[in-house]
C-alpha cells in the first residue's frame, strides 16, 4: 500500500453551450455550470476541491475555499493556489473551444473578497480542441509505469506546452545519474513525513474508505484510487496504522520513479500567490498535452512540501533565493487506473 499527497481527478462529460451577442459585445452563459465543470475536473491535492465560483453576465470569480485547506503538508496554502491556477487553466481552455476569449485579473483590489476574476470578453479562433478534448480523461496515475522513454521530441513538446515565463521547468531523465540525488530527497522527505503523526492523521482524514463516503463527500481519495477495497473507516485506519510505514513507502516512491521515463521539477521564479497561480497553470498546460500524446503522470512532490528537504533540493540546483522547487512529477507510460469523485457544480457555485 502506497499513500502520498495526491491528486484526484475525475472524468465527467459534460457539454457546454455559449452564445456570443456581437451587437452589443456581451457574453450570454446559457448553461454555466457545464463550463465550471471543465474547471472542477483539474485536480487538487488529496482531491480537496478547494475551489468556489460566482458568475454575474460575462464574469467568472474563482475564489480560494479556505475551508479546504491541509494545514499540515501544505501549511502556506501554496498548493491550494496551485490548484486554482489548474482549474484556471481548464476554464480558460475550455471558453476559448467555446470561441470565447479570455481575460484574466489575479487578486483585483477592486473585488470585496480574493479571488481571480475571469471576463469572457471577445470572441476568438483558435480552439485549442486537442487540449479541450483531454481534460475529462486526464488522470493523476499513481501506479508502476512501463519503463518505457518518452521520445525527445515529446518532450520538447511538453516543456512548449505553456507560454508563461513565470515558471521553469527542470527535467530529470530517470536512466541518467543526475536523477540520484532527486530520488534521494524523495526518499528523505517521505521519510520525515509518515513520520509525522499530524501529516498521517491529516492524509487518513482525506480517504473515504465506504462507498457511503465517497457518495456523501464527493471529494477526498476514494479506497479504489487508494488501491485497497471499500472498508469501514475504523478497519481502515487500523490497517493503515499497521502497513504504512516510512521506509516502505520511501522504497515505494524510488520504484515509482525508476519504472517512469522522466522527472519534472516546475520552479517558480517569486513565491507568491500569483506565481502559485501560474505555476498551476503551467502545470496544467503541461500533463493535458501529456494527456494527449498517451503519457501519464503523478505527482512525486514531497521534497517540495518539507522545507528542509525543499531547501536541499534548491541548493543543489543552484536556485536563486527568489526561486522556489514548486511540483515535482514523473511521467511515462501505463494502463489508465481509478478515478476520483467532483462535486457539482451547484456545490461549488456561491449564491
Given amino acids: 500500500m502506497h499513500l502520498l499527497f495526491y491528486w484526484a481527478d475525475s472524468r465527467v462529460k459534460v457539454t457546454c453551450e455559449v452564445k456570443l451577442d456581437n451587437q452589443k459585445n456581451k457574453v450570454e452563459i446559457m448553461d454555466i455550470d457545464k463550463l465550471i465543470y471543465y474547471a472542477t475536473l483539474a485536480p487538487s491535492g488529496h482531491n480537496t476541491q478547494p475551489w468556489k465560483f460566482s458568475v454575474d453576465n460575462n464574469v467568472v470569480r474563482m475564489y480560494p475555499d479556505f475551508d479546504r485547506t491541509l494545514p499540515v503538508v501544505d501549511e502556506d496554502n501554496h498548493a491550494l493556489y496551485i490548484s ?5 487553466e481548464n476554464l480558460v481552455i475550455s471558453a476559448k473551444h467555446e470561441g470565447l476569449k479570455s481575460s484574466v485579473d489575479y487578486f483585483p483590489s477592486d473585488e470585496n473578497e480574493e479571488c481571480i476574476r475571469i471576463t469572457l470578453n471577445g470572441e476568438t479562433n483558435q480552439s485549442e480542441q486537442e487540449l479541450f478534448e483531454t481534460i475529462p ?3 493523476s496515475n499513481r501506479s508502476m509505469y512501463n519503463q518505457k522513454e518518452i521520445p525527445s521530441a515529446d518532450i520538447e513538446q511538453l516543456l512548449q506546452a505553456s507560454e508563461l515565463n513565470t515558471i521553469t521547468i527542470k527535467t530529470f531523465n530517470t536512466k541518467e545519474n543526475n536523477v540520484e540525488p532527486i530520488i534521494e530527497l524523495v526518499k528523505e522527505a517521505c521519510k520525515i513525513q509518515f513520520n509525522d503523526r499530524q501529516f498521517v492523521e491529516e492524509l487518513i482524514s482525506w480517504i473515504r474508505f465506504t462507498k457511503k463516503e465517497v457518495q456523501t463527500k464527493k471529494d477526498g481519495l476514494t479506497a479504489k484510487v487508494m488501491g485497497f477495497p471499500y472498508i469501514p473507516r475504523w478497519l481502515g485506519r487500523i490497517i493503515l496504522k499497521i502497513f504504512v510505514k516510512p521506509k516502505n513507502e520511501a522504497e515505494k516512491a524510488e520504484k515509482q520513479i525508476r519504472s517512469s521515463s ?11 500567490k500569483r506565481h502559485w497561480v501560474e505555476t498551476g497553470r503551467v502545470f496544467q498546460r ?9 503519457i501519464v503522470h503523478a505527482h512525486m512532490n514531497m521534497p517540495c512540501e518539507v522545507e528542509s528537504v ?8 543552484g536556485l536563486n533565493p527568489h526561486e522556489r522547487p514548486m511540483l515535482l512529477i514523473r511521467l511515462g507510460y501505463a494502463a489508465e487506473v481509478a478515478r476520483s469523485p467532483r462535486r457539482s457544480p451547484e456545490e461549488v457555485l456561491m449564491n
Fill in 310 to 317: 525543499r531547501k536541499k533540493m534548491s541548493d543543489h540546483l
Fill in 84 to 88: 486554482l491556477g489548474c482549474a484556471l
Fill in 137 to 139: 480523461i486526464r488522470q
Fill in 286 to 294: 503541461t500533463v493535458l498535452t501529456a494527456t494527449s500524446l498517451g
Fill in 262 to 272: 522522466n522527472l519534472f521539477l516546475f520552479i517558480s521564479k517569486r513565491n507568491d
